[in-house]
Every structure is written in structure tokens, then in C-alpha cells.
């Protein structure tokens, strides 16, 4: 088992920053890869950023290019959010694989944290 925690989150206006944390706990000797994803209300779960075990590579969706950077330490994964649009306002979540590469299907991740909630005011 793995436990993830996320913290960061919160209210900040157009074109401002945040950083969400995510802090594994458990069986976290790895490999496993490290993901976020993000669920605006209405809408399926979406994904953000991934990073694999190794973090020699990260994965973007293309609406968070040049704006958010994942990265990791050890067995704690981070995104820096820069130039926040309100069109970013969701729920973030943090979620392990159990394998050293990182996909963009939420399905083929094992474990998620409870979520951290990022609003973003025009």
C-alpha cells in the first residue's frame, strides 16, 4: 500500500502561481511512477503531468505546457503552476504506479490521494 497526501492548494487570481506537494508514505521503495491529474466539477478526471521513476522525462497536457513543471524528490512529486487561468480551477490529484513508467490513463494508476482544491479568480 501507498499513501498519498496532498497540500498546496488554494485561491489565487489569473496569472498567478501555485505549488502543489503530494508526500508518499508505505511501500514507497519503488519503482513507481508519479502522476497528476485534476477533475473540474462537471467534468471526467483529467490528466496533467506525469513523471517515471527514473524522472528523466515528464508528460504534459498540452493545455499546461510552458506553464506547469512536475518534478520530483525521492518519494515526494511536485507541480509548480505558473500563469494560472481560471480554466485551471479543479481538484488536483496526486496519484502512484507501481512501475517505473509513467502513463496518461488514470486507470493504470494504483493509488491517488484525496485531492487538493486550486481555484483561480479572473
Known amino acids: 500500500q501507498v499513501q498519498l497526501v496532498e497540500s498546496g492548494g488554494g485561491l489565487v487570481q489569473a496569472g498567478g502561481s501555485l505549488r502543489l506537494s503530494c508526500a508518499a508514505s508505505?511501500?514507497?521503495?519503488?519503482?513507481?511512477?508519479l502522476g497528476w491529474f485534476r477533475q473540474a466539477p462537471g467534468k471526467e478526471r483529467e490528466f496533467v503531468a506525469a513523471i517515471p521513476w527514473s524522472a528523466d522525462n515528464t508528460y504534459y497536457v498540452d493545455s499546461v505546457k510552458g506553464r506547469f513543471t512536475i518534478s520530483r524528490d525521492k518519494n515526494t512529486v511536485y507541480l509548480q503552476m505558473n500563469s494560472l487561468k481560471p480554466e485551471d480551477t479543479a481538484v488536483y490529484y496526486c496519484a502512484a504506479r507501481m512501475s517505473p513508467r509513467a502513463t496518461i490513463q488514470p486507470y493504470e494508476y494504483d493509488y491517488w490521494g484525496q485531492g487538493t482544491q486550486v481555484t483561480v479568480s479572473s
Open positions: 508505505g511501500r514507497t521503495r519503488g519503482p513507481y511512477a
